[in-house]
Nanobody, 115 residues
């Protein structure tokens, strides 16, 4: 049973920073890619950033230059460093991993950017 446990969310002022973590446990042979999504109040779930097995990354245009996705293969973990946070970044953030063509999702962690 593959499980994803997220942490690092919380309340931060505009311009502040947060670092989200997602640890993967269970029956893992290899992780193809890892990603972060977010869902703002009343909105759909959107891709924020993705990192492939080779380390190649892609970002949503709205977070380029502010967010950085990284992975630690030895720890089966993915991270999202969020800098220069804006109120519009407020959302529930979800991590997702793809293992053998199957996607697994975390429970989500709330990020609130407000003064």
């Amino acid at each position: 049973q593959v499980q994803l446990v997220e942490s690092g969310g919380g309340l931060v002022q505009p311009g502040g920073s947060l670092r989200l973590s997602c640890a993967v446990s269970g029956s893992i042979f290899s992780i193809n890619n890892m990603a972060w999504y977010r869902q703002a109040p009343g909105k759909g779930r959107d891709l924020v950033a993705v990192i492939g097995s080779s380390g190649i990354t892609n970002y949503a245009e709205s977070v380029k230059g502010r967010f950085t996705i990284s992975r630690d293969n030895a720890k089966n973990a993915v991270y999202l460093q969020m800098n220069s946070l804006k109120p519009e970044d407020t959302a529930v953030y979800y991590c997702k991993v793809r293992i053998r063509l199957i996607d697994y999702w975390g429970q989500g962690t709330q990020v609130t950017v407000s003064s």
